[in-house]
């Protein structure tokens, strides 16, 4: 994108590791807590020289802000918006415990884990 000029507006959601395998094997599985990136870096440095634009967004208003901002600019442009861990939407929530179930029996996946080291 940055080699041919373009000038997307990129979303980059930052719930600081796996949200979706929190919900389904645990929200303190310790595979789901990754290293956490610069996003709002990657731009600059990729960019070449070029005008890049980023911004770090953890509210509402911070959104507001940035997206007044990109309005009127006319480059490429990352915005991370930073989530809490389990910010979730309530389906996925309920289906997470019948995904676990369904993959590592009734007693989830410690159970499965446990069996495995007997």
Do not use: C
Request: no cysteine; aromatic share 10%.
């Amino acid at each position: 994108m940055l080699r041919h000029d373009f000038k997307p507006i990129l979303f980059v959601i930052n719930n600081f590791g796996y949200t979706i395998e929190r919900v389904i094997l645990g929200p303190h599985s310790a595979y789901n807590e990754i290293q956490n990136w610069s996003y709002t870096q990657l731009p600059a440095v990729l960019a070449d020289g070029r005008k890049v634009a980023s911004y770090r967004v953890s509210t509402e208003e911070e959104l507001d802000r940035a997206l007044e901002e990109i309005e009127s600019n006319n480059r490429f442009t990352l915005v991370e918006l930073v989530m809490e861990k389990l910010d979730a939407p309530a389906g996925l929530r309920r289906m997470g415990p019948m995904i676990a179930e369904y993959d590592f029996g009734e007693r989830g996946p410690q159970a499965a884990l446990d069996s495995k080291l007997k």
